[in-house]
């Protein structure tokens, strides 16, 4: 069993949608989440991370994480054609100080106008 | 502004070549990742290292090879190209937090 798992994708949908991007993980030790975004021909870059279980919010970005459930969501709100993008999330291997990090395979993400 | 770069955004190189992917740093990191990523397969872990002429295998460590001789630089070495070595090729550093910071890439095609 992966650590990280995530759907691929693709995700479609209109601008002003509310986006649900969806990973579950293996190790209910993980406690450190993270989401990044990945802009066509870039590489990712950390969007938001949270710390231990519940919501953390900035802007229109809302991460939430469900422990008992082993379930974390990066929300979307009122999307926006300049958030089509590729969305990972990724877990820090807790048994590694080198940084390593566990990735999902990343939601492939189009808002069109 | 933290930067990482990759000595390549595109490179064709055929069957049998050796091949060398150079990614530099600028923020003084100990640790540096190189990744490929595929449709459908994500992020994966080729090999890392955490020091100058130390390095770790990653999940997917067979017809690679690494060279780390200054702390700055991380090169990932083809041996051999095979046509199932194309792919986006990612580097990434982090001083020992769990941010990564990672470069534009290299799309590596071998025909």
């Known amino acids: 069993q992966k650590e990280v798992e995530q759907d691929p994708g693709p995700l479609s949908v209109p601008e002003g949608a509310i986006v649900s991007l969806n990973c579950t993980y293996s190790?209910?030790?993980?406690?450190?989440f993270m989401w990044y975004r990945q802009y066509s021909r870039k590489g990712p870059e950390l969007l938001m991370y949270t710390y231990s279980s519940g919501n953390k919010e900035d802007g229109r970005f809302t991460a939430q994480v469900d422990k008992s459930s082993k379930y974390i969501s990066l929300f979307i709100r009122d999307s926006q054609p300049s958030d089509s993008a590729t969305y990972l999330c990724?877990?820090?291997?807790?048994?590694?100080?080198?940084?390593?990090?566990?990735f999902g395979r990343g939601t492939q993400l189009t808002v069109w106008p | 502004d933290v930067k990482v770069t990759q000595s390549s955004r595109y490179l064709v190189k055929r069957t049998g070549e050796k091949v060398f992917l150079e990614c530099v740093q600028d923020m003084d990191h100990e640790n540096m990742f190189w990744y490929r990523q595929d449709p459908g397969l994500g992020l994966r872990l080729i090999y890392f290292s955490y020091d100058v002429k130390m390095k770790e295998k990653g999940d997917i460590p067979e017809g690679y090879s690494v060279s780390r001789e200054k702390k700055e630089r991380f090169s990932l070495i083809l041996e051999s190209a095979s046509t199932n070595q194309t792919s986006m090729y990612l580097c990434a550093s982090t001083v020992s937090s769990y941010e990564q910071y990672f470069g534009p890439g290299t799309r590596l095609t071998v025909t």
């Open positions: 190790n209910s030790a993980f406690q450190y």
């Open positions: 990724a877990i820090p291997d807790r048994g590694s100080t080198l940084g390593r990090l566990y």
